[in-house]
């Protein structure tokens, strides 16, 4: 999975997450409005440092770099550096305020923000026979299965986080990658989004699939596609809420204009009733909303 992604030709070297599957980031600008609202309590909370950093981690084209440089009150940009990390080359037409890094910066003072990264950190698969769970050894140019045996790291985590099922994404590589993460932090949040699950609810068969061109595809460890994973983000260390209420929270409401505005204004009125319909996608109960936010602060 490490190298179909990560690897001199994998995926995500390659390609930019946008033209193969939509985030909340691209579904609405609220989204990123949002953040900066956050950002700012962030800023408030460490008594308006003279520099006050944001962080993208996992940040593919850009653009919510972009949006929290551009949504970001005059008494903040002056004082904001924006870092955007990612293995892809940096992005056309980028703003040069936006730095561009294939690593977290050491000592952030300011709000690390990883909108859908845990879930392309590569993670093992196992599945349960009758002599216990197994490890899954997949051919990567096939994708034919065949099984192995697990490490005792392997195995305590299961047994902590996942100790039933059929199949299950053994999650210890997450926890380590948002430790990693938050142990970045001089001061202030490290937040991460994703599809999640806790331990009361694990997916019997897991999560583990491929994703090219807007499509769920055969999960292949050959390069041609997306890998990912839902994260068991109760296993990280930290706060964790639902995105729907994360962003109710920050103002998000997703409220239909009024209807006399249709009259007075209806140029206006359609404007407001789409941005109300984008906002009400980021907080739908069964889709965006349901999102996990996972926040840790110092």
Not at 75 to 102: F, I, Q
Not at 148 to 160: F, Q, T, V
Not at 179 to 184: D, P, S
Request: aromatic share 8%; net charge negative.
């Amino acid at each position: 999975m490490r190298q179909a992604l990560y690897g001199a030709d994998g995926f995500y070297r390659r390609e930019r997450p946008h033209r193969h599957f939509r985030t909340s980031v691209h579904a609405s600008p609220a989204f990123g409005a949002a953040v900066t609202r956050l950002l700012g309590e962030v800023d408030e909370r460490l008594g308006r440092p003279q520099v006050i950093e944001f962080v993208d981690m996992g940040a593919g084209d850009g653009l919510l770099a972009s949006q929290v440089l551009a949504d970001a009150p005059a008494n903040l940009a002056s004082r904001l550096r924006v870092t955007a990390v990612d293995l892809s080359a940096r992005p056309e037409g980028l703003d040069e305020r936006v730095r561009w890094a294939d690593a977290v910066p050491d000592g952030v003072t300011g709000l690390i923000f990883a909108n859908e990264w845990l879930d392309n950190v590569p993670v093992d698969v196992a599945e349960w026979t009758s002599e216990g769970p197994r490890l899954v050894l997949v051919d990567p140019a096939s994708g034919k299965e065949r099984l192995g045996d697990l490490d005792a790291k392997d195995r305590d985590w299961l047994e902590r986080w996942w100790p039933v099922g059929e199949r299950a994404e053994i999650g210890w590589p997450r926890d380590e990658a948002w430790a990693g993460l938050v142990g970045r932090l001089a001061a202030g949040m490290a937040v991460a989004v994703d599809y999640s699950h806790v331990r009361s609810d694990r997916p019997p068969m897991g999560t583990l699939i491929g994703y090219r061109d807007g499509s769920w595809v055969r999960p292949v460890p050959d390069g041609s596609c997306d890998l990912t994973a839902h994260v068991a983000l109760d296993a990280c260390a930290g706060t964790l809420t639902t995105q729907r209420e994360a962003l109710l929270r920050l103002g998000v409401r997703g409220e239909r204009p009024p209807l006399d505005q249709a009259r007075r204004d209806p140029a206006g009125y359609l404007r407001a009733l789409s941005a109300a319909s984008a906002e009400a996608e980021l907080i739908d109960r069964e889709g965006l909303g349901a999102f996990g936010w996972l926040t840790c602060i110092r």
